[in-house]
T-cell receptor, first 112, second 113 residues
């Protein structure tokens, strides 16, 4: 099963771009990379996902390397409300069940 | 938009008591999930249902049972609650299959004393 590695914490200044890295060196060809965030133990909030190509939506951009072994989530203009735990996830099967396997994520702190 | 709705939001149980967490989604999704999250940890999959009438065990199924009542509803039952089951429980749903988004509810905080 593909697993991900993220730094445990990062700081970013308000108004700057936040770049969150993720390594997934054992990802297989048909596995998507998903990003979620969680604020104060609320339900995880979907941000973005991708397979091979870079993706952008109203919240963020996802840059996936050509070999697909790593990716970067970019929050273009971070605000204080972006302080949260960010999870990079490769969708895998756990036993017979299809789902998302969450690690400990990156605690992103936006500094005023 | 309701999305994924869980009840109750908070519950305190005594050891050995039973209870059921309810979950409903209004997005016509095939797949539904139950996760738990312990303090400082990521979410762990308890059970999964790919469609009405089917369920599969996840990473931590012991001590739990589930019922996929219909396409909308997926319940999680604790038959004899233990302090180790004190956790935040999240229900989720998706259209199913690789590449589809999984949407989460707001969580149910359960304390077993």
């Amino acid at each position: 099963d593909a697993k991900t590695t993220q730094p445990p914490s990062m700081d970013c200044a308000e108004g700057r771009a936040a770049n969150l890295p993720c390594n997934h060196s054992t990802i297989s060809g048909n596995e998507y990379v998903y990003w979620y965030r969680q604020i104060h133990s609320q339900g995880p909030q979907y941000i973005i996902h991708g397979l091979k190509n870079n993706e952008t939506n109203e919240m963020a951009s996802l840059i996936i390397t050509e070999d697909r072994k790593s990716s970067t989530l970019i929050l273009p203009h971070a605000t204080l409300r972006d302080t949260a735990v960010y999870y990079c996830i490769v969708r895998v099967k756990v036993g017979g069940a299809d789902g998302l396997t969450f690690g400990k994520g990156t605690h992103l702190i936006i500094q005023p | 938009n309701a999305g994924v709705t869980q009840t109750p939001k908070f519950q305190v149980l005594k050891t050995g008591q039973s209870m059921t967490l309810q979950c409903a989604q209004d997005m016509n999704h095939n797949s539904m999930y139950w996760y738990r999250q312990d303090p400082g940890m990521g979410l762990r999959l308890i059970y999964y249902s790919a469609s009405e009438g089917t369920t599969d065990k996840g990473e931590v199924p012991n001590g739990y049972n589930v019922s996929r009542l219909n396409k909308r509803e997926f319940s999680l039952r604790l038959e004899s609650a233990a302090p180790s089951q004190t956790s935040v429980y999240f229900c989720a749903s998706s259209a199913g299959g690789n590449g589809n988004t999984i949407y989460f509810g707001e969580g149910s905080w359960l304390t077993v004393v």
